[in-house]
């Protein structure tokens, strides 16, 4: 059990952004059921997400993409303001703000490794930091969470141990069905995200 937050709590602050942190990540879910219905010729077993940010209908997963960066971001900020001033607590905050830079420019760069020559091509150091990111993210929440009334701590290790097996996994499975696994480790990202908003819902005002 880390130490309880002793002072007062913005409350209409912290359950402002864990709204905002759901919407975020309800319009990713929602932008991929939407593109993939969209997108002509998409096989959401075999192509991946980014298949369905680059084309004619790119801005449907591009605007899902900021969506879920403005939840990141949300995260941050209220973790930010219950900040027990723990360093691990700041690395925390760091990781969320990270990951929401990160999210938001693979979205805006329109550019996904697909064989482009023209110009640097980053796509895949950016998915390898979202990869380490989120998986410190739910190290350092697994260390930190018992200070919520719903159980953080279990979620966030239940995340990390699937991450670390499936996130590996993804750079060297087959074509013919990647595009399903990323969905799976997207849905790990969600589940947390969502989790840790209710938490910061459910405890605001209350001593963890």
Known sequence: MTRPIDRPIAAGF??????????GCLSLLLGNVVGSIVVPNHDWVADTVSD??????????DVALYGFAAALLALA?????????????????????????IVTVIGARNEYGDGDS????????????LGALFAGVFALMAV????????????SWICLALWAVGAPIFFILPTAF???WERGLGVITLVWSLCYAAALWRDVGRPA
């Open 14 to 23: 912290i359950r402002t952004l864990s709204l905002i942190a759901v919407l």
């Open 52 to 61: 369905l940010a680059a084309g004619r209908f790119e801005i449907i997963q």
């Open 77 to 101: 900020l209220a973790s930010a303001h219950i900040h027990p001033c723990e360093g691990s607590w700041s690395a925390l905050v760091y990781g969320l703000v990270l990951l929401a830079v």
């Open 118 to 129: 023209g110009g640097l091509v980053i796509h895949i150091y950016l998915v390898y930091a």
């Open 144 to 155: 930190e969470g018992g200070r919520f009334s719903l159980p953080m701590q279990e979620i």
């Open 178 to 180: 990647d595009g399903a």
